[in-house]
């Protein structure tokens, strides 16, 4: 008989299952995929259908008028910052130069310039802070301010007007022939600003 001692069963066979299979399902919820939204294949045809394209001489017109508006203020703009002024400064400067008294409301410039009153009132406090002109209260807005233009604004602006002047000749008017200033005009009394 053999003296060799009796082996024990393999400890592959005595280990435990694998741990990956005790493992207790997640608990993270599972993510359902979003649902998209439904979309019609025919939206977009329709929304073009339903869309008051421009022709393509109205196109053309628009583009023209953009040209021109871009061009004109972006030179006038460059000679009055030349001059350390911007074109809202010319405007406040030139608007109250021919008031009585060279004094507004704030409401009334703000609705000369298409300006809210807030944001005319920030200006107005940064060119008061320049000396160009003064507020006042006005008793009869408890929300506004008169505006009027200083000695030092009123310097500004003489001194400015030539140069500005000479900027609008060169960049538009003399650009122009007494028929296309004709038809400016025209369509100016026609494109008024939308009521507030």
Known sequence: MSTKPEAKPSTMREAKPSTMRETKPSTM????????????????????????????????????????????ETGTARDLAAIGLSEADYEVLSTLSERPGNTSTLGEQADKMGWSRSRLSRHATRMEARGLLRRAPDPDDGRGCFLTL??????????????????????????????DL???????????????
Do not use: C, Y
Not at 31 to 39: G, I, S
Not at 153 to 165: F, I, R, S, V, W
Not at 182 to 196: G, L, M
């Open 150 to 179: 200083t000695r030092q604004g009123l310097d500004t602006l003489a001194d400015a007007a030539p140069k500005h002047l000479e900027s609008v000749r060169r960049h538009f008017i003399d650009l122009l022939g007494a028929e």
């Open 29 to 72: 919820p599972e993510t359902k995929p979003v649902a998209k939204p439904e979309t019609r294949p025919e939206t977009m045809r329709e929304t073009r259908a339903e869309t008051n394209w421009l022709s393509p001489d109205e196109e053309s017109a628009w583009r023209a008028f953009r040209r021109v508006l871009v061009a004109v």
């Open 182 to 196: 004709a038809a400016i005009e025209r369509i100016a009394s026609k494109v008024r600003p939308a009521p507030q």
